[in-house]
């Protein structure tokens, strides 16, 4: 690679990622073609992306973004995995492939800005998926004002009740 084409991967490197979710940072010395081109696709089913990048383009690129943290671990052969969508999705396909292959290893993460470590990512893996979050704060939001609807229409109901009895045993008085 040249200087200007080197110039112009590292922009278009940092631009995808700004806007990442997640980045996690993979060693993954030991694998061979067929189980690196079945790690990519279980990865892009997920919408994450998996890439070889040299290190010093890759802290290049990182850099004036959120993932500029995991730079310390840029040493040895690395591969980086990116996600725009779902931070989870990628940790759990990763970790249950590293668990699988005993090749790929986990280094570090980042999120928000924030170092993951590999225990963090086996953490954010054992997380249920986007979607069964939102459903469950959903219910719970709904449960509020369902509770709250049965707590006021028991007070009319009881008054009812009361005077139900009342008019009752005055009927049989």
Do not use: C, H
Request: hydrophobic share 45%; no cysteine; proline share 4%.
């Amino acid at each position: 690679m040249n200087l200007t084409t080197k110039k112009e991967f590292v922009r278009d490197l940092s631009s995808r990622l700004s806007d990442v979710e997640i980045a996690i940072v993979v060693d993954y010395k030991g694998l061979n073609v067929k189980e690196m081109t079945e790690l990519r696709n279980e990865l892009r089913k997920e919408g994450a992306r998996l890439e070889v990048v040299k290190n010093t383009l890759l802290s290049m690129a990182s850099e004036g973004t959120s993932i500029s943290v995991i730079r310390d671990f840029l040493t040895g052969p690395n591969a980086i995995v990116t996600s725009k969508l779902d931070p989870v999705a990628p940790a759990k396909v990763l970790v249950k492939f590293a668990d699988e292959s005993k090749k790929l290893e986990i280094k570090s993460g980042a999120m928000n800005g924030k170092v993951l470590t590999a225990e963090d990512i086996k953490s954010l893996a054992k997380m249920p998926p986007k979607e069964v979050v939102l459903a469950q704060l959903l219910s719970t939001m709904n449960g509020v004002p369902t509770a709250m609807v049965r707590v006021l229409s028991g007070v009319p109901r009881a008054f009812m009740n009361v005077l139900n009895a009342v008019g009752e045993q005055k009927e049989a008085a």
